[in-house]
């Protein structure tokens, strides 16, 4: 009955962003949202940019590249000097090379995969410099790559697709900032730390424990990784933390905070294209995916869990309280962890890992569908329209006529690269989890044994390969192996989805809008979102099907087996 | 000449990029969390220093042993360790179906039983912080007749401290009820 209200809040919420924040970030980046123009015009001539003049589909990439090449470079060398640097009251010595690539990737493929623990390994200048820059940058990025695609969908005849600089800048500026300063100090009200003063050590009279506390810059921290889909939090328990996620209410902010841009999105799709129920049908395929799994996932955990109580409790009324919080509770938990991967965040309030196999199966799927429910900031949109496309073309085979698409004649190229875009996923996580198991480096990373260590492999896996970053912690990531592999299957999960993506935003834009008749084929009404349902369930569960079953499916057949 | 115009062109895009790079470390990796600090510290000094009070801080989970207190969540003590730095926070990371999950559950539901506790599954489960400081209602009246028996303070003052040392749900529905142990524990001392 509670969690229902908890339900009910949180779609206030985002009804309220959807509509209002949706047609804020529309007038961002159509240059009418002019409250830091002053901070604009001195970024643009900082970097020799032109922010009237745009850009082919192209160049556009060059710059994402460069910008992406820049960005990793820094972040590797922050993190490698990180010794000398100052802010770093722990005297942390600096991070291996490989465990810096990997890291590095990872925040700029807005992954945040971490195969460290934060208050053990990052000094705070690496928190702030290293990573949470990245938090904001891959954010944008990721949101200006989606309006891109639109515009292609909105213009005819047109031979650019804005301008990445200006894009980038105002996402930053006008959208994250604000409110990633705001929730910053709404987590710190709440309990949240955000100190530059090292750890504090502190002796309890009472039972004689002494504990030294890790602190540091960690609630401003909180609410980037959150808005921007990030998940890459201070502390290694993550958002299970309660230095880092104090209360209940950080708790449902976090999954608000996690879910507003892409769910905003599809509004600042639909009035780009000039119809808010295209947005809505989208919303609505993204909505109902995410509530069945909410639904499943919350009633698998609330069932007991089975080696709790084969050690003869039965009596366990919440359900798996097993890596769980006891201020969250079971439902609010599996919210939170439910929302973090299904929008390519990745943050966790409890532990995976220690999830009923159905609980760690509606995770693990939840990723595996490409992080389109709503997927990440910008992730999400432009990979649903590739989605959106393959159902059109499916749909316009079914009824023999061409395929069309917001006015838009969908051929063979165009079906070419949307095509290319929701396989490249798959066949990099299932290509690298199968040498990771053929190897013993590989399986030599697994923690629980039998389907359970193989579930680890698969999910750390594909987490990175959706750019997600949840994990099946007990995996031991830090190796040269995990650390190389998932290195590479974060960045072909990344630029081998937004390459496509750009060149089929241009292929777009140079097409001319064919008016809509009788004859075409609607995708604003129920049946194009059952069918662009259908497109994204046997994609992800064909070609996942074999995988899940050697996991999470053997794991909750074998009953009565403990490995 | 068209490839000298292009490579130009890329050139002047790769200074732009080295240069937003860099922008966005010094405004994002310093002015924003720095102005974070600066915000945290003036108008949330004691939150944004970790919630502490003289015995540790109330976001911690601390071990409690023996049967004059209230125990929290059989967490390893990561934070604990004192070789210059703290340790990791985190959870066992055990499956659902790991017999090494099995005897630690099994271990710890006989040491509660041995001091005369009825186990209650967050009695015997560990958090995903592995520093959970509380534990529901419930957790706490399973724990009263042994602190009773060990205190002498009568089972109906206990049971009294426990509902209003009670907190939540926040807004009245957001998530359970439950109980900071270590500020149970710090009421638990001045009863006695």
Sequence with gaps: MHFALTLLLLAAVLALSWRYLGSYLEAVYSGR???????????????????????????YAVSLVLFSGASLLFTYALLRLQGQLPLNPQHLRAASPLLSWNTAVSFLTNTNWQNYAGETTMSYLSQMAALTVQQFTSAAVGMAVAIALVRGFS????????????????????????????????????????????PVLIHDVLNGATQLIPRGPVGFMESIKQLGTNGGGFFNANGADPLENPTQLTNLLSVALLLCIPVALTYTFGKMVGSRRQGLALLAAMGLIFAVWTGFTGYAESQPNPAVAAAGVVAQPQGNMEGKEVRFGVLDSTLYDVASTQTSTGSVDSTPDSYTPMGGFGLLTGMMLGEITPGGDGSGLYTLLLFAI???FIGGLMVGRTPEYLGKKIQAREVKLASLGVLVMPVTVLVITGIATALPAGRAGAFNSGPHGFTEILYALTSQGNNNGSAFAGLNGNTAFYNLAGGVDMLVGRFGVMLPVLALAGALAGKQAIPGSLGTFRTDNATFVVLLLGVILIVGGLTFFPALSLGPLLEQLSHGRFF | MLTDRRTLAVISQLRSAVLLAVGAILLFGLAYPFAGTGVSQLLFPHQANGSLTARGSTLVGQPWTGPQWFHGRPDPDNPLRLDGAPGASGGTNLGPRSRQLVAAVRAGAAKLRGMGVQPTADLVTTSGSGIDPDITPQDALAQVAMVSRSTGIPESRLRRLIRTMTVGPELGFLGPSYIDVLQLNSALARIR
């Design chain 1, 33 to 59: 949202v002019r409250w830091l123009s002053g901070a604009e015009r001195v970024a643009y001539r900082l970097l020799g940019v032109d922010p009237g003049r745009e850009q082919r589909w192209r160049e």
């Design chain 1, 155 to 198: 213009r005819a005849g047109a031979s650019t697709i804005g301008n990445f600089w200006v894009d980038t800048v105002r996402g930053c500026l006008y959208v994250l900032l604000p409110i990633a300063f705001v929730a910053g100090a709404l987590f710190v009200a709440q309990g949240a730390v955000q100190t530059l003063a090292g």
């Design chain 1, 390 to 392: 393959i159902a059109v």
